[in-house]
């Protein structure tokens, strides 16, 4: 009950951020930056925006509900994509378990449970056997799920997505990447409901430019 209160105030704020960003001057070097080298896109067409996340981020589990709202209203051009970051030792298993359920088809299953546990929750999920144990609980097969998450396949997807972290030069999360050119945050933006101004105009901005 309180999480689906929580989830319906944070969507109440979303409405007042269109209002908001109309009336905002979005500038680069102080709501967003501009990357001095572009990252790789997965979109071969559109406009990506790429949210950099971390199941254990109590920042990111309260920007949840708003990007995800933002998603769903989001112009048919927008790719949005997941970016499990790794930016410390303890962050790798759930980074390598977001491409491990990818790789099965089952994260739609799992993904808001592993945020309710890791960041809600704060359980202690950090080896991939207590990890298996846990997705199981939701169906999936475990065996199945542990030989993904050491595959090859996956640990290609899990190094390629930290280099593209790198690269754009994420230090926190929750940080949200635009057609790989440009990167915004909380922190930068003002708040997690300004974000979503600063990408309402920068979506704007790149579709324009591309037509």
């Known amino acids: 009950m309180f999480r689906s209160f929580r989830a319906a105030f ?7 951020v269109s209002g908001f960003a109309s009336a905002a001057e979005w500038k680069e070097g102080t709501h967003y930056e501009r990357l001095e080298t572009p990252v790789s896109t997965n979109s071969q067409s559109g406009v990506e925006v790429a949210e950099v996340f971390w199941y254990g981020c109590p920042h990111c589990y309260n920007f949840k509900p708003l990007i995800e709202n933002w998603e769903a209203n989001a ?17 790798e298993p759930h980074a390598y378990t977001f491409y491990a359920l990818q790789a099965m088809g089952e994260l739609d299953k799992v993904h808001d449970a592993l945020f309710d546990a890791l960041a809600g929750e704060r359980r202690p999920l950090n080896t991939p056997e207590a990890l298996a144990d846990f997705v199981a609980e939701y ?22 997505a930290q280099a593209k972290i790198r690269g754009a030069r ?23 409901e300004a974000v979503l101004g600063v990408l309402d105009y920068l979506v704007a901005k790149e579709h324009e430019s591309a037509e």
Request: glycine share 8%.
């Open 10 to 16: 944070l969507l109440l704020l979303v409405l007042s």
């Open 75 to 91: 112009p048919d051009y927008v790719n949005f994509v997941k970016i499990p970051a790794a930016l410390g030792r303890n962050w």
């Open 139 to 160: 169906g999936v097969d475990r065996d199945e799920f542990l030989a993904n998450y050491k595959s090859f396949g996956v640990n290609a997807l899990m190094q390629k």
């Open 170 to 192: 994420v230090t926190g999360t929750p940080t949200m990447l635009v057609n790989g050119k440009y990167r915004t945050s909380a922190s930068m933006a003002g708040s997690h």
